[in-house]
């Protein structure tokens, strides 16, 4: 039986797996849903995004069957994840990568949504090890994990570029009819390789810059946020919060897996996707202006190479599905 406990304040909903795919959340002005995909033998897709402001908590208890491995990706909002009997992990601003192992273990996750919080994660079972292919060289703790001979793993990293890219297309397939299955096994492989390759990194463990830094780096990733339309240069920006470029450039791949450029590229990138999500309807040139982009062309250009659609099509798919 897979079933989670969602709660949020005084609304408690327990949702089965097995009987329905999809859980819908609402709570005053916080909305959610959680939905599990079977992609292939043993590998599932979990799909979670809250919309609003609210704190809620999800928790799954035991039993769960065999071994297996979670992969994901937490994006959006702030709060902080546990396996039971290991350390409390935490995320904010820009999100985390992280793997668990929940064999006969209880998982909790406790989150605030300023905005918009997006989390995706892979479910592996053994039987993904035939899928995957039984003669991959596997770090030995996904191994373990899928064995069901390691119980107690938990990891939280900085989540990459190429596993935030991976996130949004998870969560916002660019096909849809019998395409999509497809789609989603080919970016969920892809999601894993990546997830595996970030496990069995030379970096894997290597500590964060200090945290009078880290401070530093929040303080720029914030004016970069409030200023989308007209940001500061690289140098202004470190300059602004006493560091230097290639400090701020090193503390934001720790933090949030990718350069000052691309960082700002992508936050324009998702505001304009959350626009559309809520049926903004202006000309493409005010949208593309609205996030900063002073031509239309090169939005739609940036936009495409993003969620792997033109921003259009983005719109006239969201329209038709709500």
Not at 193 to 220: I, Q
Request: glycine share 8%; hydrophobic share 40%; aromatic share 8%.
């Amino acid at each position: 039986m897979e079933r989670w406990d969602f709660t949020s304040g005084s609304c408690a909903v327990s949702h089965d797996f097995d009987l329905a795919r999809r859980a819908d959340f609402r709570n005053r002005s916080l909305s959610a849903f959680m939905e599990e995909i079977p992609v292939m033998p043993g590998i599932f897709v979990y799909r979670v995004r809250a919309s609003g402001r609210g704190s809620f908590s999800l928790a799954k208890t035991p039993p769960f069957a065999g071994g297996r491995i979670i992969l994901g990706c937490l994006v959006g909002g702030r709060g902080s994840w546990r396996l039971e009997a290991a350390e409390t992990q935490d995320w904010r601003d820009g999100g985390r990568a992280y793997s668990m192992t929940p064999v006969d273990r209880s998982v909790t996750y406790e989150v605030h949504a300023d905005d918009e919080w997006t989390c995706v994660a892979l479910r592996l079972e053994a039987e993904a090890i035939e899928t995957i292919g039984r003669d991959m060289k596997l770090p030995p703790l996904v191994r373990a994990g899928l064995e069901g001979r390691l119980r107690d793993h938990a990891l939280s990293l900085p989540i990459t570029a190429e596993l935030r890219r991976l996130t949004a297309e998870l969560m916002r397939p660019a096909y849809g009819g019998a395409m999509q299955a497809l789609y989603r096994q080919a970016k969920a492989l892809e999601f894993a390789a990546h997830h595996l390759d970030l496990l069995a990194g030379p970096d894997r463990g290597e500590a964060e810059p200090p945290s009078r830094e880290m401070v530093r780096v929040r303080r720029a990733r914030d004016r970069l946020i409030e200023e989308l339309r007209d940001p500061p240069t690289l140098d202004e920006l470190a300059a602004s919060v006493g560091l230097s470029p290639r400090r701020l450039n090193a503390g934001f791949r720790a933090l949030y897996g990718t350069t000052v450029f691309d960082f700002l590229r992508d936050a324009r990138l998702d505001l304009a996707r959350r626009m559309l999500d809520e049926g903004l309807d202006v000309p493409l040139k005010q949208l593309a202006w609205s996030v900063g982009y002073g031509q239309a062309t090169n939005f739609v250009t940036a936009f495409r190479r993003r969620f792997g659609v033109t921003p259009g099509h983005y719109r006239r798919r969201t329209a038709e599905d709500a």
